[in-house]
């Protein structure tokens, strides 16, 4: 069936370093992709998406690219800040309308 | 536009007690979903639904939790009687198919803890 692999965290990473998160996918036909972001105590938000092969979804800085050849959809921004420490979830939205989860991958910027 | 709200934000209650969470779900979205979100975990599925039909209840414990859409608009869930281990975040989020690429929209939740 679908499901969503993404990287485990935690991950810290100091002021203006470069992210990376990673996520790849398992999906019969074409599902779209999420990125969603957590804040403490908040629900979840999304931040950005990609509907299909190789469209680039960006929203605050980040970043990610659906890659079909590679079944990835990495989560990149080039300078973090402080304000972007929160929990990241990877989704996909596949056959049926139903949505899949990975685990979260949990980001704290130090300055 | 207003966003999907839930309530309670926050419930203590002891084992054994009944409690009910409530959603609005955004205005037009058709589709609803109830998730819940153990502590450093994903949104899991409890139940989801088109209108106000139940088309996925699989992962919904039904011995003890019970969800209704009666009008297709807002929704109630429902926990009785209440374990230690539902101790989680309930999240609502709600869908407008066929748009915005299939997009879902979370409340922020409503946390229980189970003493």
């Known amino acids: 069936g679908d499901s969503v692999t993404q990287m485990e965290g935690p991950v810290t990473l100091s002021e203006e370093a470069f992210l990376t998160i990673n996520c790849t996918y398992t999906?019969?036909?074409?599902?779209?992709l999420f990125w969603y972001v957590q804040y403490p105590g908040e629900g979840l938000q999304l931040l950005l998406k990609?509907?299909?092969?190789?469209d680039k979804g960006s929203n605050k800085g980040f970043e990610a690219t659906y890659r079909k050849e590679t079944t990835s959809f990495h989560l990149e921004k080039g300078s973090v800040q402080v304000s972007d420490s929160a929990v990241y979830f990877c989704?996909?939205?596949?056959?049926?309308?139903?949505?899949?989860f990975g685990t979260g991958t949990s980001l704290t910027v130090i300055p | 536009e207003a966003g999907v709200v839930q309530s309670p934000r926050y419930k203590i209650i002891e084992k054994k007690q009944p409690v009910a969470f409530w959603c609005n779900p955004i205005?037009?979205?058709?589709?609803l979903y109830w998730y819940r979100q153990n502590l450093g975990q994903g949104p899991e599925l409890l139940i989801r639904?088109?209108?106000?039909?139940?088309?996925?209840d699989s992962q919904l414990p039904k011995d003890r939790f019970s969800a209704e859409r009666l009008k297709g608009v807002d929704s109630t869930l429902k926990i009785q009687p209440a374990e230690l281990g539902d101790s989680a975040v309930y999240l609502c989020?709600?869908?407008?198919?066929?748009?915005?690429?299939?997009?879902?929209?979370f409340g922020e939740g409503s946390w229980l803890t189970v003493v």
């Open positions: 639904y088109e209108n106000e039909e139940a088309v996925d």
């Open positions: 989020a709600s869908q407008h198919r066929g748009h915005s690429g299939n997009t879902i929209y």
């Open positions: 999906a019969t036909g074409y599902p779209s």
């Open positions: 989704a996909l939205s596949g056959s049926g309308n139903q949505f899949y």
């Open positions: 990609a509907t299909k092969a190789d």
């Open positions: 205005s037009g979205h058709n589709t």
